[in-house]
């Protein structure tokens, strides 16, 4: 038993000694080694160099070729270096292809290094020295290794942007070929291979520091071009010079607009007009509009205020209405200046779409703005203006305007003729003054009594008579009007009068000696 234990021990000694001499074998071939993979950066040694081909060792007893479009992209000047026996990294491009070759790449193993390193810059922070090799339409071109990278414009210093000139790219970045630039790595991204230097982070250059300098150099009136980096339901942020400035949506055009949308987008370019600049709290106010004419100075050329105007009611709110004149100029009637009377909204007097005659009340050129009445259409206090409106609009035709003052000029002319204008207006007031005319007027006739009883009703004749007698007295029609007190001379009035109605009770007024005189007329 023991000795067969024995023996059992004695053969797995013997088959462990040679799993041990097997893994030492494939250790001295090679075999033992991983094998190269894909996307790996191995440093080789050159084993030859022929037209078209470099044959390189990595180890593990194989070569690999660097041949085809790989062999073609090394540089002449670099490929002239090469030497047998030369180390240099190599990039595994394929491991094995259908012939079973290794396939290698100078190039990339270069590319791969300069990425590392690219990476490395922007996670410490640190700056570089790079030279400029090209530009396009948004930036200059710098080469970092076997890398190209990119410089937008906006990440260039504020100087150098200072010191640029132009409206193409041609004549902006031109003569800044083979310029060194200072620069820091902000964005590295292998995959879309997209590398990214900014040279305001390089000298530190924040954007409030940049904005100042920017202030320091602007003049308000002055004319400039930017770009629109966003947009905001209030206006427009636009840069010029590294900072950005606001361009109100009221300054982004003449015509009423709900969003700046409606006119813009984001990285168009414009050119502003500075119009404000506050250097307490950075703000640069630009313009668009102001570039351009005004036509709201042109529409409101013949409007004046206190003209009557002919309008369409466009929309209602609770302040007031807008309406649209003919002109296309819309105005505001506040709510206080639709009616006489009070009234909560003012779609209790007016809709959308009504055609109404308004008044203008106010012209406020600089904030375009007029103001509108409806409620004083009709007021007194612009007659002459619309009386003046209506002669010149009748002028071409037979229509004459004629005011209501003219027949009233003529009856206060005629008891001039007999009676001085000094003592009519010391004795009379301008309620006596009318009737009194008309008593004259009538005592002026010399017509008899007796002509003017067959025109007359019986009601007024009995009146007419007691005229006629008080006119056969030795005083004048002026002399009586002196001499009367008040109350006599009220009844007088009213008998000259074709609407009295009550004549006996006017007539006992009189004193006995008329009504006899009176009755002997009448028989």
Do not use: C
Request: proline content about 5%; glycine content about 6%; hydrophobic content about 30%.
């Amino acid at each position: 038993m023991d000795q067969n234990n024995e023996n059992h021990t004695t053969g797995n000694n013997s088959e462990d000694t040679e799993i041990t001499n097997m893994a030492a074998l494939l250790e001295q071939e090679g075999l033992g080694l991983d094998l190269p993979k894909a996307g790996e950066i191995k440093t080789g040694t050159i084993a030859s160099i022929s037209p078209g081909q470099i044959m390189v060792g990595i180890g593990a007893k194989s070569e690999g070729i660097i041949r085809g479009q790989e062999f073609e992209l090394i540089p002449p000047d670099v490929f002239a270096s090469l030497e047998v026996g030369q180390e240099l990294p190599v990039f595994v491009v394929v491991p094995e292809d259908h012939h079973g070759n290794l396939i290698l790449s100078y190039v990339r193993a270069l590319e791969a290094e300069s990425w590392k390193k690219a990476q490395s810059l922007m996670k410490e922070k640190e700056t570089f020295t790079g030279t400029i090799e090209g530009f396009n339409r948004g930036g200059l071109l710098v080469n970092f290794n076997e890398l190209h990278g990119f410089i937008p414009s906006s990440q260039l210093s504020f100087s150098r942007r200072a010191d640029m000139t132009g409206d193409t790219p041609e004549t902006r970045y031109g003569n800044l070929i083979g310029q060194e630039i200072k620069l820091q790595v902000i964005e590295v991204d292998q995959e879309r291979r997209r590398l990214i230097f900014s040279e305001r982070a390089a000298v530190h250059e924040s954007r409030d520091s940049i904005r100042d300098k920017v202030i320091e150099k602007l003049t308000i009136g002055e004319v400039l071009t930017g770009r629109i980096t966003s947009l905001a339901d209030f206006g427009a942020f636009v840069n010029i010079s590294g900072a950005d400035g606001l361009v109100h949506l009221s300054e982004i055009s003449w015509d009423r607009i709900r969003h700046p949308g409606d006119e813009l987008k984001v990285g168009q370019e414009v050119q502003v007009k500075i119009i404000s600049i506050d250097e307490e709290k950075r703000h640069i106010g630009l313009s668009i509009r102001r570039l351009k004419e005004d036509p709201w100075q042109e529409q409101i050329k013949d409007l004046r205020v206190g003209q009557l105007v002919e309008a369409n009611i466009t929309r209602l709110t609770k302040f007031g209405a807008f309406a649209r004149l003919t002109n296309e100029i819309e105005g505001l009637i506040h709510i206080s200046e639709i009616s006489d009377e009070h009234i909560a909204h003012p779609k209790e007097v007016l809709h959308e779409g009504d055609d109404v005659t308004l008044r203008i009340i106010k012209i406020e050129e600089d904030s375009h703005r007029i103001g509108l009445s409806l409620r004083r259409v009709e007021s007194l206090a612009f007659a002459d203006m619309d009386l003046k409106a209506l002669e010149k609009e009748l002028t071409d035709t037979d229509i004459k305007v004629t005011t209501d003052d003219a027949p009233e000029s003529d009856t206060e002319d005629t008891p001039s003729k007999d009676e001085p204008a000094s003592e009519q207006s010391t004795e009379e007031t301008p309620e006596e003054k009318a009737p009194e005319s008309d008593s004259e007027d009538t005592l002026s006739k010399d017509e008899p009594a007796s002509e003017q009883s067959t025109e007359e009703t019986p009601e007024e004749k009995a009146p007419e008579s007691d005229t006629e007698d008080a006119s056969s007295k030795d005083e004048s029609a002026s002399e009586q009007s002196t001499e009367e007190t008040p109350e006599e001379k009220a009844p007088e009035a009213d008998t000259n009068s074709t609407e009295l109605q009550e004549p006996e009770e006017e007539t006992s007024d009189e004193p006995p000696s008329d009504e006899a005189e009176e009755e002997k007329t009448e028989e």
